[in-house]
Structures are given as C-alpha cells and as structure tokens.
Nanobody, 124 residues
Framework: QVQLVESGGGLVQPGGSLRLSCKAS????????VGWFRQAPGKEREGVSR????????YYVDSVKGRFTISKDNAKNTVYLQMNSLKPEDTAVYYC?????????????????WGQGTQVTVSS
C-alpha cells in the first residue's frame, strides 16, 4: 500500500524551528520528486519546496529561501523539511507529495500521492 506520512508539526514561537518528516511506505522515494506544500485557512495550496530525489536538486519558494531546507535520507525512505526562523505567516497545514520523475513542477496537479498533512502554528 502506497502511503506518505508527515510528522513533526506543532506550535512554535516566532523565530523558532521545526523539522517536518515525510516517510514513505509501499514505494521508494528515491525515484520520485518529493514536494512540500502548505495550505492556510482560506488560501490556496502553495508549493513550498521540492527535491528531485534522483538528482538531489532543490527548489524553494521565495518566501522561505534561506530559512527552510529540504533533504532526504534514502536509507530511511524519508524526506525532511527543516524550518528555521519561523514566522506567523508560515502557519498552515503542511503536506508532502510525490510526482513522477523528472518533474520540476510545483503545481499541485502534477503530484499524485499525498500525505494527510501536519499542522504548523507559529504564534507567541
């Protein structure tokens, strides 16, 4: 059974850090592009970052550049999103998703498998 499970969300103060995990089961992440998306209440789902696992190239939306880092651990079949210097506007449900290679898209419609999401709340 193909499954993506996110974890690591929570409540953090502005300026704090969180590390999100996206663990896959039923397939190997190494052959797919993995993206992180977020959706705040009343807003459209936004592409945050992606990593092309076969090549390791990464992309970040401008609003998170220099603060977020995407990485992968092939042995654990897991992709991470390290989020530093968090801001209240980062508050959202964060999802990971996979797209077949060689996708370089951040359009959610290009992604076929999705996790259930993990809530990130940045507030004092």
């Amino acid at each position: 059974q193909v499954q993506l499970v996110e974890s690591g969300g929570g409540l953090v103060q502005p300026g704090g850090s969180l590390r999100l995990s996206c663990k896959a089961s039923g397939f190997t992440l190494d052959y797919y592009t993995v993206g992180w998306f977020r959706q705040a209440p009343g807003k459209e789902r936004e592409g945050v970052s992606r990593i092309s696992t076969s090549y390791g190239s990464a992309y970040y939306v401008d609003s998170v550049k220099g603060r977020f880092t995407i990485s992968k651990d092939n042995a654990k079949n897991t992709v991470y999103l390290q989020m530093n210097s968090l801001k209240p506007e980062d508050t959202a449900v964060y999802y990971c998703a996979t797209a077949p290679p060689p996708s370089e898209s951040m359009d959610p419609r290009a992604y076929d498998y999705w996790g259930q999401g993990t809530q990130v709340t940045v507030s004092s």
